[in-house]
């Protein structure tokens, strides 16, 4: 290990996600382990700017790893994306003597700290924290795989509905650019469709669709929509449009929302977190910055910041597949 860092600081930014904390309670206990300073930053960037720090140990991020959420709360900062406001971050930091700073959030917080190092030079390193997995370089982003347990476990619940009522349930997941959520939730709760931003399947084959799967039997349905699908304006245009155009089926719309952003943690973010927080520390000591920790072929990478930033997660083309044949 490089002997150079001996107080890092980490920040959470963006919106938040199970696990978050997590990578929190990784990052702290790997700097104690190797005997480094730790500082938890409030508020993210806007904490930055203000000097928001506290000193963590060991025994600060007890009981956090089950929690959603981020006990280093998170904000937006307008500040920071000006020069000057980036200025007097840099300083604080350095009149706190931190020499690195580890960040857990998504594109736009990543976008944050590779200027930030542009600029002056600071070591940083990325973690992904987005339900989305809207992240270039890792298979997973923190609290992804929570998101999807809890939107299947509400699935499941509306289901039951849908089946005692024969009715036609629309459910609106988070997805605005990518439709990973969308695409696994469909697959796990049994949707008849699955609308994503990256396949636009259209008004007229969407109630073509849904009329082959009534002629087949099926007496209610349920189709997954992401918040970023093209076919409609939004999902009560969706609603309207199949009211119009399909008779016999009493359609309903639920918009899960920011539910799906709370929970604790699932074991796999929980596992995941603990990994990234090791790697994100131990690359920092070893000289390593720049870059975000990524979660590729299951083991532990490195990918740099920007390309995660301008990179495209791409959704698994199978998966379409098997939801196609799975609708049957």
């Keep these: 290990m490089g002997k150079a860092m001996k107080k890092l600081a980490v920040l959470t930014s963006g919106g938040d996600s199970p696990g978050m904390n997590a990578a929190i309670r990784s990052v702290v206990r790997t700097c104690a382990y190797h005997e480094v300073e730790c500082v938890g930053v ?8 203000e000097g928001d720090f506290k000193a963590m140990d060991a025994r600060s991020v007890r009981g956090i790893i089950n929690k959603g959420g981020t006990i ?8 920071f994306r000006t020069e000057e406001g980036r200025k007097i971050a840099y300083k604080q930091l350095i009149d706190a003597h931190i020499d690195g700073l580890v960040v857990v959030g998504g594109d736009g917080s990543f976008t944050g700290a590779l200027i930030f190092n542009q600029e002056f030079g600071f070591p940083v390193m990325g973690i992904p924290g987005t339900i989305d997995n809207d992240i270039y370089g890792t298979s997973h982003t923190l609290g992804f795989d929570t998101a999807l347990n809890t939107v299947v476990d509400a699935i499941d619940k509306i289901r039951d509905t849908a ?8 459910i609106e997941v988070m997805g605005r650019d990518v439709g990973h959520i969308a695409l696994n939730v469909g697959i796990a709760g ?6 994503i931003p990256e396949e636009d399947l259209g008004l007229d084959r969407l109630v073509e669709s849904l009329n082959k799967s009534r002629k087949s039997g ?3 349905s349920i189709v997954i929509v992401a918040e970023g699908d093209k076919i409609g304006k939004n999902i009560f245009e969706l609603k309207d449009y199949v009211d119009e155009n399909m008779e016999g089926y009493d359609v309903r719309v639920s918009v899960l929302g920011h539910m799906q952003r709370g929970g604790a943690p699932s074991c796999f973010d929980r596992v995941l977190a603990s990994r990234m927080g ?5 690359s920092l000591l070893e000289g390593e910055t720049n870059y975000m920790v990524g979660l590729l072929d299951n083991k532990v990478e490195l990918t740099p910041l920007e390309k995660a930033i301008k990179g495209k997660s791409k959704i698994n083309l ?3 597949r098997v939801s196609d044949i799975m609708s049957t």
Excluded at 72 to 79: D, F, G, N, Q
């Design 278 to 282: 090791v790697k994100a520390v131990e």
């Design 72 to 79: 280093l709360k998170s904000a937006r900062s307008k500040e």
């Design 42 to 49: 409030y508020r993210g960037y806007e904490g930055l700017i």
């Design 318 to 320: 199978e998966l379409l």
């Design 218 to 220: 099926k007496t209610s």
């Design 163 to 170: 089946s005692s009522h024969n009715r036609l349930f629309f």
């Design 190 to 195: 049994g949707a008849e469709e699955i609308l």
